[in-house]
């Protein structure tokens, strides 16, 4: 009806769980999942909504037609907290409403079982380094919302201000691991920051 490009699945069910009037069944979805690209002529992209897209759950969508997976990892906008804000409810447990894979976590574990789909990073994407730490473990595109939120309410010059913002921090970041493009970015090797103390 609206001559849309592609559709994006989300895959909620921790939002759906704490919803008012939330489908908290979510049985035999992924083989439902499975059957919709012969079904859509345009491409569909799954997507949690920041709690993570699990390593099994990708696995058995791999291979299938999809245009693309988005982890959409914890460490970003919180839906069971939105959720909890719209029912003008006090969160009932911290722990809850920021369950979830993080998004790097969920990157690994797709890039492990997907099969060659584009893999998506957003959830907790607030920078430069961010963009580059996700493309160098396996995305292959990254999104975000929350820096560009109040930069949005005020002009369409301060969102590319903050995106040239990001853009510069990435080159920067590139630099340093010595990543000519994005090409050689991606195979650079993570390895994480052990920071030696001296009490």
Do not use: C, Y
């Amino acid at each position: 009806m609206v001559d849309a490009d592609g559709l994006a699945l989300h895959v909620n069910p921790l939002q759906e769980a704490v919803q008012v009037g939330g489908d908290g069944d979510f049985s035999g979805l992924r083989a439902r999942l499975a059957a919709l690209p012969g079904q859509v002529r345009v491409p569909l992209v799954v997507k949690e909504v920041g709690h993570g897209l699990d390593a099994e759950t990708v696995a058995a969508l791999a291979g299938r037609g999809f245009a693309a997976f988005d982890v959409a990892g914890a460490g970003g906008t919180s839906w069971a907290r939105v959720e909890a804000w719209v029912q003008g409810d006090d969160v009932v447990s911290e722990d809850l409403v920021e369950w979830g894979i993080s998004t790097f976590d969920a990157l690994e574990g797709a890039r492990t079982v997907s099969q060659g789909e584009p893999l998506i990073a957003s959830g907790g994407m607030r920078t430069g380094l961010d963009v580059a730490k996700a493309l160098a473990a396996g995305a292959s595109l990254v999104a975000m919302a929350l820096p560009l939120l109040r930069p949005a309410t005020e002009s369409a010059d301060a969102v590319e201000a903050v995106l040239r913002r990001v853009v510069a921090e990435l080159r920067v970041a590139m630099h340093g691991a010595g990543a000519e493009n994005l090409a050689a970015l991606s195979r650079v090797e993570l390895v994480p920051r052990r920071d030696a103390r001296v009490d």
